[in-house]
């Protein structure tokens, strides 16, 4: 079954203490991105990777890095967590540019 | 980055009835994509329309694309409460710093009552 796992689900951890956020796809998909959602907001890209070792920047980058060192996974590291990160996090994979993107199930973190 | 802009930001309907939602945008794209929200879980695609296209349709979905008007509407028919999600518009640009990851408008609530 074609999957995006992301882990944890839930994640409640305090200011500054570095937490990373995993995603896995298993449909070898190139293009992989993160967005965080916000209410009254929408979603916002923070990073994305159009394949191994090749990332770059979204529109919020900011307090957030990633790294894709194997195709499977992209996963998303907070080094300094603060609590205008807290909000809802997605994972998503694609086929390839211009075509549909499938999202993981979210990892809501909430950051004191 | 370009956003959509859905409008409206919130539509509350009867099981039965039809759901329009529309999504507008300033500048040209390569493609325009349709997603389907229940509350706090991922997004799911519904359609996806290329800027050459005019309309599609996926069972009881129907999309229109007007590329002069820059907009696009997604309509619902024969609502059923299942129905009930965000619906948010995506656009993938002709360029956005190499990348043709799309990038989310803040979405349209519809609620259908049984």
């Known amino acids: 079954e074609a999957q995006v796992t992301q882990n944890p689900r839930y994640l409640i951890t305090v200011t500054g203490k570095k937490l990373t956020v995993t995603c896995s796809q298993n449909?070898?998909?190139?293009?992989m991105s993160w967005y965080r959602q916000d209410p009254g907001l929408g979603l916002r890209q923070i990073y994305y990777?159009?394949?191994?070792?090749?990332?770059d920047k979204g529109d919020v980058p900011e307090g957030y890095k990633v790294s894709r060192k194997e195709k499977r996974n992209f996963p998303l590291i907070l080094e300094s967590p603060s609590p205008n990160q807290t909000s809802l996090y997605f994972c998503?994979?694609?086929?390839?540019?211009?075509?549909?993107?499938?999202f993981g199930p979210g990892t809501r973190l909430t950051v004191t | 980055s370009q956003q959509g802009e859905e409008d409206p930001q919130a539509l509350s309907i009867q099981e039965g009835e039809n759901a329009t939602m529309n999504c507008s945008y300033k500048?040209?794209?390569?493609?325009l994509q349709w997603y389907r929200q229940n509350s706090g879980r991922g997004l799911v695609h519904l359609i996806l329309?290329?800027?050459?296209?005019r309309e599609k349709h996926s069972g009881r979905l129907r999309v229109t694309l007007d590329t002069s008007k820059k907009s696009s509407s997604l309509l619902i028919t024969a609502s059923r409460a299942a129905d009930t999600a965000s619906y948010f518009c995506a656009l993938s640009p002709p360029h956005k710093g190499g990348s043709y990851i799309p990038t989310f408008g803040r979405g349209t609530s519809l609620i259908v009552h049984p």
């Open positions: 500048t040209s794209i390569n493609n």
């Open positions: 990777s159009m394949n191994v070792e090749v990332t």
């Open positions: 329309i290329r800027s050459n296209e």
């Open positions: 998503a994979t694609s086929p390839g540019p211009l075509y549909e993107q499938y």
């Open positions: 449909m070898n998909h190139e293009y």
